[in-house]
């Protein structure tokens, strides 16, 4: 009832003051899309970052050499706690290009199968396919002579054939399937990968009789302690190691924290701003606060007004916002984050949740509601003998 | 009949200015009260006290036989949203306000009207009241001073209060006006308001019931 009585009262400030009341709806949309912005990054690094980390396969896997001899290691390593799955794990190859494509070799690697990196062009590995691979985007080649480095486009070979042959002199004919994005840190640019079965194949065939171990995979369950089992293994004679394209968490950790900074830096300036913006407005509005006073409204009815007056502007510069951070981050704001990441472990974009928006709208309330609060203590403090001064 | 008694008030200002010096004064319903003084002699300061704006330093005031100096601020509020109607020398009227959406100003906090339709209607009548029925949807930069004061006479008497306490009304005014707001009061005297107005103005004599003059924060004795 009466909060609506107030808004007569409201309307006549803003009107009175029309350019602060400007001024303040389009620092408040700033600040409300500096805010939504960074802080739906902050939550994508934050969840998706751990989690995608974490889960990567080659992240929850222990490669372990055992002797060759040694036959009842492998069923003692999958007993063992936290052991998921085993696998023996394939040598990649070397091989050298028989159609003269590349003049330096290439190594013939192995893809998880429950990891899909980024493939530009063509389609990704089925494990049914037989003798298929994927490319990296730009191969490093060398000219042989001269040392210098040659970038090979392998977009081209997409739905061809290549000719390789491995030091054993076995004939290997390799169909593109497609090529991945070579800024996956979890790719090595130099290899070409095939299918896990399709790599044990080759390396039976092209198997050395010197080998005097193998190298088991062990995929491990979520949260189990990498170190203890490393310990473990050894008492079954295994040697175990982490996977050299384990992604490293710091990396992005770091990228969180500074994110996390950029976020509060908003924050400050939103309060700082706000609050001396509107103890400014209210300041200029002395009188008409004394008079108020004067007329009997209590400390309740003066937060009311002040409150509602500057929450009613605040939505209006959050509607705006929240579509304007939309375009932005559509427009400015991806395209950036997709140079800066480009594929590989994850698609980083500004996405603005309805979560986050809720969230981001209730902090700007509260922060307004406290400031408001300090300035109606404010207000009760002027001297109401103000309003019996001439003018 | 109600009535305001104040009772030895005094009112030291920063702990060096005595503004009022054991100042003791009765305001009846009915009653038109001028209080006349020197500038600087105290008799803004009188009305402050008596207006709860400021709270004396030592004295009581008694609003209808209840002692309100040592009341806590909102219910101070309280009394002076009941019981006190101001008008200020300055107006204070809203700009942006229309002349009755400014005198609805006081009712807008009066739990006794129902909806926005009620308070229209009785401001309107206010302004009816102060004789600016023509003038009611009218900006206060589009009124003369002393249509302004009239609108501010009529926001006072917006919540129907006993008490219109009046700080030098006309001091903005030329003497036509002077006359039509003094007129006013005394009208609204008759019909059972107290009132008091501060004032150094000689030309309020003839309107008043009782004149008190204040000289160095010390009220001297009642003329009438
Ligand atoms: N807030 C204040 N702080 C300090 N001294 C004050 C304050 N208000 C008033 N005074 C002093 O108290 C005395 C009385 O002031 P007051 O305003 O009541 O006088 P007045 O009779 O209303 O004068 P005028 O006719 O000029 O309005 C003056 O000496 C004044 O300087
Ligand atoms: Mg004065």
């Known amino acids: ?391 | 009949m109600n009535s305001i008694v104040a009772k030895d008030l005094v009112k030291v200002y920063n702990q060096k200015v005595t503004a009022l010096k054991e100042v003791s004064i009765t305001i009846n319903q009915g009653e038109f009260i001028v209080v006349m003084g020197h500038s600087g002699s105290g008799k803004s300061t009188l009305l402050q006290m008596i207006g709860l704006l400021d709270l004396p330093t030592s004295g009581s005031i008694f609003i209808n036989s209840k002692d309100v100096s040592k009341l806590p601020k909102n219910a101070i509020a309280d009394v002076r949203q009941k019981s006190l109607g101001f008008v200020f020398q300055a107006f204070h009227l809203n700009p942006q306000l229309k002349a009755y959406e400014n005198v609805m100003l006081p009712m807008l906090i009066n739990p006794e009207y129902k909806n926005k339709a009620e308070m229209e209607k009785k401001a309107k009548e206010l302004i009816d009241v102060v004789g600016l029925s023509e003038r009611a949807e009218h900006y206060p930069s589009q009124l003369s001073g002393g249509e302004q004061q009239r609108v501010a006479v009529a926001r006072a008497l917006a919540n129907d209060p006993d008490f219109i306490l009046a700080d030098e009304p006309t001091g903005n005014l030329d003497s036509e006006n002077e006359v039509i707001i003094f007129t006013l009061l005394k009208e609204l005297a008759q019909q059972g308001k107290g009132i008091m107005v501060v004032s150094h103005n000689e030309s309020i004599l003839e309107y008043a019931d009782r004149v008190y003059y204040m000289k160095d924060g010390v009220l001297g004795d009642e003329k009438r």
């Open chain 1, 1 to 391: 009832m009466t909060i609506v009585n107030f808004l007569m009262l409201i309307k006549a400030s803003v009107t009175q003051q029309k350019a602060r009341s400007i001024v303040f709806v389009i620092f408040n949309a700033i600040c409300v899309i500096c805010i939504l912005l960074t802080s739906s990054v902050v939550i994508r690094l934050w969840t998706d970052m751990d989690q995608k980390v974490n889960n990567h396969p080659y992240n929850k896997e222990l490669m372990v050499d055992v002797d060759i001899n040694n036959k009842g290691a492998k069923d003692k390593l999958a007993a063992m706690d936290g052991v998921e799955g085993i696998s023996i794990s394939p040598y990649d190859i070397v091989l050298t290009s028989a159609d003269k494509t590349f003049n330096s070799t290439v190594n013939l690697s192995y893809l998880h199968m429950d990891y899909e990196p980024v493939v530009t062009k063509g389609s990704q590995l089925k494990s049914t396919d037989k003798d298929t691979v994927l490319m990296p985007e730009i191969y490093h080649d060398k000219d042989l002579q001269t040392q210098m480095r040659i970038d090979v486009d392998c977009k081209k070979f997409v739905g061809k054939e290549l000719n390789f042959v491995d030091e054993n002199g076995n004939q290997y004919k390799l169909k593109v399937a497609g090529t991945y994005d070579v800024t996956d840190p979890a790719l090595d640019t130099q290899c070409i990968y095939t299918s896990c079965d399709q790599l044990l194949k080759y390396s039976e065939k092209s198997a050395d009789d010197e080998n005097e171990s193998i190298t088991y995979s062990l995929a491990l369950a979520k949260g189990t302690n990498k170190q203890q089992l490393i310990d473990e293994c050894e008492k079954y004679g295994g040697v175990a190691y982490e996977n050299s394209f384990r992604i490293d968490l710091s990396t992005f950790n770091l990228s969180l924290i500074i994110m996390v900074i950029v976020l509060a830096v908003f924050l400050v300036m939103t309060v700082m701003g706000t609050s001396i913006f509107i103890s400014g407005c209210i300041k200029n509005r002395t009188n008409e606060l004394a008079l108020y006073r004067a007329l009997g409204y209590k400390t309740g009815h003066i937060f009311v007004i002040i409150f509602l007056e500057y929450l009613l502007l605040l939505l209006i510069a959050y509607i705006i916002a929240l579509a304007l951070s939309a375009v932005c981050a559509q427009l400015i704001l991806n395209p950036i984050l997709a140079s800066m990441v480009k594929g590989g472990l994850i698609t980083l974009t500004a996405e603005v949740s309805p979560v986050s928006a809720l969230i981001v709208l209730g902090v700007f309330v509260a922060v307004l509601a406290a400031i408001c609060l300090r300035m109606t203590n404010f207000t009760q403090k002027i001297q109401l003998a103000v309003l019996l001064k001439e003018k």
